[in-house]
């Protein structure tokens, strides 16, 4: 039996860029720019909170989250925590963590929590026979003292229900679910339209505490 080959997508920057030009979808995606001193800069002073991750990469490898606090700046990589005094250090630690690997800004979200640990949710959306069909929904909370939900960094696999009822209410669970489903529909046939050939994609979504869906990632080559 042949195996059809699904085109894979790199760069979560082409990605991004593609599903921008939907004005609904835009609503659900944190801004983004490419990493630049004068970016970082502005992002932080305007959001106080930043995560920077590699345009080419999975399963939260090389994922930095930053929090500015006056004029002092606190970068979390792994397990490793360091605050700088200023910009120009943390710049410093900044290009020796990432390494000269190109690297995007999103801006942070203050995403629900479960006992204090972050979570999320995967969406596994794949071609089957011609017709795109939804192969999972799940939750992922983060290890304790991370923030990155990633099972192979730690994280733990809940159901989506029991994610969205323990992190906000029960009440919400239909309402978000269906959310997070129609952005995956939508997002798709907008990806598909771009670049023929894609045939699983995987949407990492996260719930602010407010309760507002914000579409974190999506991975054309899912885990």
Same mark, same amino acid.
């Given at each position: ?68 606090? $006056? ?6 990589? /792994?397990?490793? +925590?360091?605050?700088? %005094?200023?910009?120009?250090?943390? @710049?410093? !630690? ?21 006992? $204090? ?6 969406? /596994?959306?794949? +071609?089957?026979?011609? %017709?795109?069909?939804?192969?999972? @929904?799940? !939750? ?84």
């Amino acid at each position: 039996m042949k195996v059809s080959i699904s085109r894979q997508l790199a760069s979560k920057w082409t990605k991004t860029n593609a599903l921008l030009s939907d004005p609904y979808i835009a609503r659900h995606i944190p801004s983004s720019r490419l990493l630049n001193a004068e970016n970082l800069r502005r992002m932080l002073s305007k959001y106080g909170m930043v995560v920077v991750k590699p345009v080419r990469g999975a399963g939260g490898i090389g994922v930095i989250k930053i929090e500015r606090s $006056g004029s002092s700046y606190r970068m979390s990589h /792994k397990s490793h +925590k360091n605050v700088y %005094s200023g910009f120009n250090g943390l @710049m410093r !630690g900044l290009n020796t963590t990432r390494r000269k690997r190109s690297y995007l800004i999103q801006r942070g979200i203050q995403l629900a929590t479960i006992d $204090g640990r972050p979570i999320d949710y995967r969406v /596994k959306y794949v +071609k089957e026979k011609g %017709s795109w069909t939804y192969r999972s @929904m799940v !939750g992922r909370v983060a290890k304790p003292g991370l923030f990155v939900t990633n099972l192979c960094r730690g994280g733990t696999l809940v159901t989506a229900a029991f994610g969205i009822r323990k992190s906000l209410s029960a009440r919400l669970v239909g309402t978000k679910k269906r959310e997070m489903r129609h952005l995956t529909k939508a997002s798709t046939a907008l990806l598909e339209s771009r670049f023929p050939g894609i045939g699983q994609l995987g949407y990492d979504y996260g719930i602010d505490r407010k309760g507002h869906v914000w579409m974190l990632e999506v991975n054309t080559r899912p885990q």
